[in-house]
């Protein structure tokens, strides 16, 4: 079964500044990868994902990707954080046998000084 | 637009009632899911159902149950031997050949 760890529960930064939010996981094979955004009292929004091909994906906002399989990590990263940014993060891992399904992390909330 | 519907978004209910959170999607996915959150726990998978007429449980479905007579729809209800049902509840589906995961706005209900 696969698992995912957020190692930070919460990262501030300043606007303005970059941001990475760390991702690992495990799984046995060659893993769906996604990043969600959920800001207070919604659902999530998709921000990116991976499947296979290119391992530096984009996705919206300017939010960026890159999965390295030596690491087990997808890490997020964004160079110029707005506050609008201010939000809870989740990564997590799927899988092609659909028998196993999207497990998530616990989050990383991003906090943003002006 | 295509998408997922909850209802309603806030509900109150007292200790020993039950209570039923609507989810419908118009996204013609077959997979369909119920997440509960909590502060700092994540998102724990309640029942998911990949097909009409069949569901699963997931990791914390005691207290819960589910229906899916339509594709649409897949309601959950809290029941009273739910011990700690104040939280934050998201419906989700699924595409089919990805996996990638819809949300809708998500249902808080508060026990009094």
């Known amino acids: 079964a696969q698992s995912v760890t957020q190692p930070d529960i919460h990262i501030t930064v300043s606007e303005g500044a970059s941001l990475e939010l760390r991702c690992n996981y495990s799984?046995?094979?060659?893993?769906?990868l996604f990043w969600y955004v959920q800001s207070p009292g919604q659902g999530l929004q998709l921000l990116l994902k991976?499947?296979?091909?290119?391992?530096l994906v984009q996705g919206i906002k300017g939010f960026e990707a890159e999965f390295k399989r030596s690491q087990s990590s997808f890490n997020l990263r964004k160079p110029s954080v707005h506050w609008s940014d201010a939000a809870e993060y989740f990564c997590?891992?799927?899988?092609?046998?659909?028998?196993?399904?999207?497990?998530f992390g616990k989050g990383t909330r991003l906090h943003i000084l002006p | 637009d295509g998408g997922i519907t909850q209802s309603p978004k806030y509900l109150f209910r007292k200790e020993g009632q039950n209570v039923t959170l609507s989810c419908e999607q118009n996204l013609n996915h077959d997979a369909m899911y119920w997440y509960r959150q909590d502060p700092g726990q994540g998102l724990r998978l309640i029942y998911y159902s990949q097909i009409v007429n069949d569901f699963q449980k997931g990791d914390i479905a005691e207290g819960y149950s589910v229906s899916r007579e339509k594709k649409e729809s897949f309601p959950l209800t809290v029941t009273s031997a739910q011990k700690n049902p104040t939280a934050f509840y998201l419906c989700?589906?699924?595409?089919?050949?990805?996996?990638?995961?819809?949300f809708g706005e998500g249902s808080r209900l508060t026990v009094l």
């Open positions: 989700a589906s699924s595409n089919e050949y990805t996996g990638e995961l819809f």
């Open positions: 991976y499947f296979s091909g290119d391992t």
């Open positions: 799984y046995g094979a060659t893993p769906y």
């Open positions: 997590a891992v799927g899988a092609w046998n659909r028998d196993d399904k999207i497990i």
